[in-house]
């Protein structure tokens, strides 16, 4: 069925042909409160080439944008940069409705795509830095192993000095504006810096060593297409750059404090850690998991240079909703962060205990021992744990004085 979608103009060759989700709050655990895009791209030249497809339920909304272009049908070449559902979903219906010629992916994705649709489409493996030739313009393909799947690759459009980066400089943002000049730079940081730690934070040193290999390769990019969020058209550099800087994870002098409580006393003991963090000269926030959740936790966390962690004890354990922010965050792999675990309990108190092995194993530079409060902090333990936040900012400040 035709839907009346369009095609957004990107270069001379390109078209933006992709979705906008602007209904989706939950992206696989990943809280997306401003929706997201699927971008895919159509190449027109003597053929044409659609690079990825949509989630399976935007099908028609593709190939509507498609249709406004030219004939679904003429489509003779698809690309797969990354066999992720949210790219690949709709593509085996694509592959129906188009009938093309070729379907190309990397080694990896060839494997991914054959196993997710059991298809009877042949899926043409490129290798990496393999150039092709379609419809009178140069592609090339470079693998990204592991940023952030084993197939993801991104393909280069010489003529158009343009990359198809698929997730890489992506963020969750349904916005009616396509290209990230329209939108405000605020909301470009906050949903940008959420995708990273989100979505890329564990494979920082792939980024890293992509970024040099591009400067490496004197690959020319006027235009950054990635298949989620905004398009750059305009200073690509700019999040080039700002996945340089995520990637580093150089501590700041910023702590977050991550907890939940029962009957208010960890609650207490969170909000005393961090005045007394505050006093010290130190960025503190305070995420109370009532109201936080794992998503906004782990982007605070991404320029961060301390954690701490408080839990109640409950039936001999931590608190379940720390217990699940703790499992995130360790998946997800943040580094250089000092830090320290608190909580209170009533008669057995392993909470705080198993909070501060999970942070070890995280291998954050635990500064103090758990903090352990029976029942309700009285003036004393307040103290207390006003001294476990001073040393924690001290510490912190060494960390980020001395730039390690
Ligand atoms: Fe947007 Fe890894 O899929």
Redesign the pocket.
Known sequence: MSVPFEAVKVSDHVYWVGAIDWGIKDFHGYSVRRGSTYNAYLIEADDIILIDTVKAPFKDELLSRVASVTDPGNVRYIISN?S?M??SGSLPAVIDAVKPEKVFASPMGAKALGAHFHMDQEIIAVKDGEQLDLGGVSLTFLETRML??PDSMVTYVADDKLLFSQ?GFGMHLATSERFADQIPERKILEEGSKYYANILLPYSNLVTKLLGRVSDLGVEIDILCP??GPIWRKDPGKILGLWGEWAAQKPTNKAVIVYDTMWGSTDLMGRAIGEAMQAEGVHVEVMPLKTCDRSAVVTQVLDAGALLVGTPTINNGMFPTVSDVLTYLKGLKPKNLVGAAFGSYGWSGEGAKQVNEILSDMKVEIVQEPLAVNYVPDYEALAGCRALGAAVADRLKEVVGSGS
Do not use: F, G, R, S
């Open positions: 990354h992720e949210d790219h952030h799947w997730d298949d989620h």
